[in-house]
């Protein structure tokens, strides 16, 4: 296994959220990352990305409100989320597009 998502939960709307990605060395040290993030029978929807360098990139509907980073020590991605609200709820995937290689994803519920 190469990608593995965890921090998914149940939060309510206004909270935070933090999800990590535990990536294999050699992608963590060679492709972009990124979140991305899919509801049932909807397409994929982009989240954020980051460059091995730590340049980021935010999809238009989270940003100013989610933030990628990586440790590079830990070849983890973390994805902090603030000012959820339930349209944010979805599973959540981290994953290398350039190689389309994907985590099993993370359930985000934001609820009262």
């Known amino acids: 296994v190469q990608l593995v998502e965890s921090g998914g939960g149940l939060v309510q709307p206004g909270g935070s959220l933090r999800l990590s990605c535990a990536a294999s060395?050699?992608?963590?040290?060679?492709?972009?990352m990124a979140w991305y993030r899919q509801a049932p029978g909807k397409e994929r929807e982009w989240v954020a990305t980051?460059?091995?360098?730590?340049?980021?990139n935010y999809g238009g509907s989270v940003k100013g409100r989610f933030t990628i980073s990586r440790d590079n020590a830990k070849n983890t991605v973390a994805l902090q989320m603030h000012s959820l609200h339930p349209a944010d709820t979805t599973v959540y995937y981290c994953?290398?597009?350039?190689?389309?290689?994907w985590g099993q994803g993370t359930q985000v519920t934001v609820s009262s």
């Open positions: 994953g290398a597009p350039n190689i389309e290689t």
């Open positions: 060395r050699s992608i963590f040290s060679t492709y972009i």
């Open positions: 980051i460059t091995v360098s730590g340049t980021t």
